[in-house]
């Protein structure tokens, strides 16, 4: 590998703000390496973040005035830095050049950074080895294209799923209306009913409603818009007759596509409309060129049914000597080691998710009693 010498140099940019000869720099170190075909490791993703959210940059490596790798990240006014939309995000990285290495503390120091926290970090980025805490499976699918139609492609790629699901397809199509898919929807009022049925079922579940923060909407909303041959904002829908069963939204680049936003509307969930939708989103991206369908990193069954293997991601904190690096790894740390090991052990997983879903429950019992509720008069 070359490593960072004198002529190698750092600058560093708005994220929003990344002139067309940097953009072109930057896809073309994503084509030359499959570790970054991720769409999330595109310049349109970090730029939908910087148009959101202030404090997004990129930290661009020079070597010999050349362009050669690419940092997304955000900073606070304090210093501390995160991976380009830590939380939602499911592939983080320094995009590089082939051969190009780096020295994190310089890194840092050109960013302004004391730390620099990853939860999705591709296995790949060496330099940032020594600050790993834990490395996580990523489950995936690998696609190819079917020689028939769906049935027959499902039947042949998941013979122990085919049967039931499409009894399931079948079932929905006789008591709703025609059953069909729309693989890239166009119509945003889809997307409107998508945010809705995610944030019911945050709320529903106990977890954080993401799409009650504007910027997040506004991002999804932004991302939705996007049309490049390296990132590509796709909504995905599951309609019976004209009536929409689930929906899914994600980027995809050329050959990757990452699962993201997936809902359905609950009425119908003795379908299984959140496994069918998956299923037909995997043999079309297949059918339009995609070949790695990324379901991002956490437990949850029908990945365990979908995956065809496993990559690893890691997270952890990247610092240099600084009292705000000390200070934010003694506060994050431990609330990442607590989620981390409720997460990967069932006998705690399971509890902690009947108490979140019982608590959300709770809630939204309390929100409905209270709109409900007759207007006291004077």
């Excluded at 122990?160 to 209306?177: F, S």
């Excluded at 080691?337 to 019982?358: I, S």
Aim: charged share 25%; proline share 6%.
């Amino acid at each position: 590998m070359r490593s960072i010498s004198n002529a190698m140099h750092i600058t560093i940019h708005r994220a929003e703000q990344l002139d067309a000869s940097l953009s072109r720099a930057w896809h073309k170190a994503m084509d030359e390496s499959p570790d970054f075909a991720n769409p999330f490791l595109a310049p349109e993703f970090a730029a939908g973040i910087g148009g959101c959210r202030g404090g997004a940059r990129v930290a661009v490596l020079h070597e010999n005035g050349e362009p050669v790798g690419f940092l997304p990240y955000e900073r606070n006014s304090f210093g501390v830095g995160r991976a380009i939309g830590l939380g939602l995000s499911d592939c983080q990285a320094l995009v590089h050049r082939p051969g190009i290495t780096w020295d994190t503390g310089q890194l840092l120091r050109a960013c302004g950074l004391s730390v620099f926290e990853f939860d999705h970090l591709v296995a790949e980025q060496q330099p940032f080895g020594p600050y790993v805490t834990g490395t996580f499976p990523s489950p995936v699918l690998d696609l190819k294209p079917g020689d028939g139609d769906y049935a027959q492609w499902l039947r042949a790629t998941y013979p122990g799923l085919a049967k039931t699901t499409l009894k399931k397809e079948r079932r929905l199509g006789r008591d709703l209306g025609e059953m069909r898919f729309v693989f890239d929807e166009r119509d945003p009022r889809a997307l409107r009913t998508l945010m809705r049925w995610k944030s019911a079922q945050y709320r529903r579940t106990g977890r954080m409603d993401r799409f009650a923060r504007p910027w997040i909407v506004d991002l999804v909303d932004h991302l939705f818009q996007v049309r490049e041959e390296h990132f590509t904002g796709v909504l995905s829908v599951v309609y019976a007759g004209d009536r929409p069963v689930a929906a899914h939204f994600g980027p995809r680049s050329r050959t990757v596509f990452a699962a993201w936003f997936t809902a359905y509307d609950p009425e119908f969930r003795y379908y299984s409309p959140g496994l069918i939708m998956h299923l037909r989103m995997a043999e079309a991206a297949a059918r339009d060129g995609v070949r790695l369908m990324d379901m991002g990193r956490g437990d949850k069954e029908y990945k365990d049914w979908l995956k065809t293997r496993e990559l690893r991601v890691a997270e952890g904190f990247a610092t240099r000597p600084h009292p705000v690096a000390t200070a934010h790894r003694l506060w994050r740390r431990p609330v990442r080691g607590l989620r981390n090991t409720v997460l990967a052990h069932p006998t705690l997983r399971e509890p902690a998710d009947r108490l979140l879903k019982t608590v959300g429950t709770l809630r939204t019992s309390t929100r409905t009693s209270s709109a409900g509720a007759a207007p006291r008069t004077r």
